[in-house]
T-cell receptor, first 113, second 111 residues
Framework: DVKVTQSSRYLVKRTGEKVFLECVQDMDHENMFWYRQDPGLGLRLIYF???????EKGDIPEGYSVSREKKERFSLILESASTNQTSMYLCASSSSPAGSGYTFGSGTRLTVV | EDQVTQSPEALRLQEGESSSLNCSYTVSGLRGLFWYRQDPGKGPEFLFTLYSAGEEKEKERLKATLTKKESFLHITAPKPEDSATYLC????????????FGKGTKLSVKP
């Protein structure tokens, strides 16, 4: 079974901390995505990557950065965590082009205190 | 601008009470429409892909249909375990193909 694995289900971090969220896929997919999901706002795209070492800004990149050093791994970095970054973070991957849709990870619930 | 609108935002059904969820879209050239199911605290799980108007897909109590402007997810005789948020997404077949997601319909099925 194809899988997207997010390293943590729950995280609690302090304001100002640098936070790393890791995502690994085993499907040899070219495309990887980071979303955040908040009640009433739906899925919002933070960053995505079409290839190793490539990244593109999504709709809400402010306060975030990403790293893709290997095809199977896509990391989301919160440079200095703030309380308004408390959210559910979802990683997804897809083949290119995305005709078969996305496969999502199980999500990371991040709380910034 | 491409958009996906899902309605209703929330739907409460009694067990066995059939209904439909709607996903309307404005996309310049639809190449694929996707339905996902999301349980609380988990990532979305793939349900169906529809590629052309008139296409239908079925899985257990769920049936997805597609027209040129909208898709329906029909739920026949739902059970409490069908309670979840259902997400719709469209793909316009762009060079890479980011999906555009609706905000979802939260379905609650009471026994």
């Amino acid at each position: 079974d194809v899988k997207v694995t997010q390293s943590s289900r729950y995280l609690v971090k302090r304001t100002g901390e640098k936070v790393f969220l890791e995502c690994v896929q085993d499907m040899d997919h070219e495309n990887m995505f980071w979303y955040r999901q908040d009640p009433g706002l739906g899925l919002r795209l933070i960053y995505f990557s079409y290839d190793v070492k490539m990244k593109e800004k999504g709709d809400i990149p402010e306060g975030y950065s990403v790293s893709r050093e290997k095809k199977e791994r896509f990391s989301l970095i919160l440079e200095s965590a703030s309380t308004n970054q408390t959210s559910m973070y979802l990683c997804a991957s897809s083949s290119s082009p995305a005709g078969s849709g996305y496969t999502f990870g199980s999500g990371t619930r991040l709380t910034v205190v | 601008e491409d958009q996906v609108t899902q309605s209703p935002e929330a739907l409460r059904l009694q067990e066995g009470e059939s209904s439909s969820l709607n996903c309307s879209y404005t996309v310049s050239g639809l190449r694929g429409l996707f339905w996902y199911r999301q349980d609380p605290g988990k990532g979305p799980e793939f349900l169906f892909t529809l590629y052309s108007a008139g296409e239908e897909k079925e899985k257990e109590r769920l049936k997805a249909t597609l027209t040129k402007k909208e898709s329906f997810l029909h739920i026949t005789a739902p059970k409490p375990e069908d309670s979840a948020t259902y997400l719709c997404a469209v793909w316009d077949g762009g060079s890479q193909g980011n999906l555009i997601f609706g905000k979802g319909t939260k379905l609650s099925v009471k026994p």
